[in-house]
């Protein structure tokens, strides 16, 4: 199983980027899929979910209403679309594969990270 995450990098403050997971090795639609985050010395925070079915989500309140996630299932892929970027959302941020929870022990495979910098 793999998960690979891509986007982010350098963004301004208010500004927009696309994160994607593209998954393989696993049966897309048999697991809700989500992000997480984690800032320099902070513990790992959950970000955003999304439904197997992709029909629920459920989001941090530090994120609602400025990301918004999504999966295809046609290319086994899922998104965070991340609007109106703040400094405090700087982190590396993982895409995980398990059950429809905020917790992250409940995540049975994670994608290797991939930085957002938001410079203010």
């Known amino acids: 199983v793999q998960l690979q995450a891509s986007g982010g990098g350098l963004v301004q403050a208010g500004g927009s980027t696309r994160l994607s997971c593209v998954a393989s090795?696993?049966?897309?639609?048999?697991?809700?899929m989500a992000w997480f985050r984690q800032a320099p010395g902070q513990e790992r925070e959950f970000v955003a979910v999304?439904?197997?079915?992709?029909?629920?989500?459920v989001y941090a309140d530090s994120v609602k209403g400025r990301f918004t996630i999504s999966r295809d299932h046609a290319k086994k892929t899922f998104y965070l679309q991340m609007n109106s970027l703040k400094p405090e959302d700087t982190a590396i941020y993982y895409c995980?594969?398990?059950?429809?929870?905020?917790?992250?022990?409940?995540?049975?495979?994670w994608g290797q990270g991939t930085q957002v910098t938001v410079s203010s």
């Open positions: 090795g696993l049966t897309f639609g048999n697991y809700a």
């Open positions: 995980a594969a398990g059950l429809y929870s905020r917790r992250t022990s409940d995540y049975k495979y």
């Open positions: 999304i439904s197997a079915g992709g029909t629920g989500t």
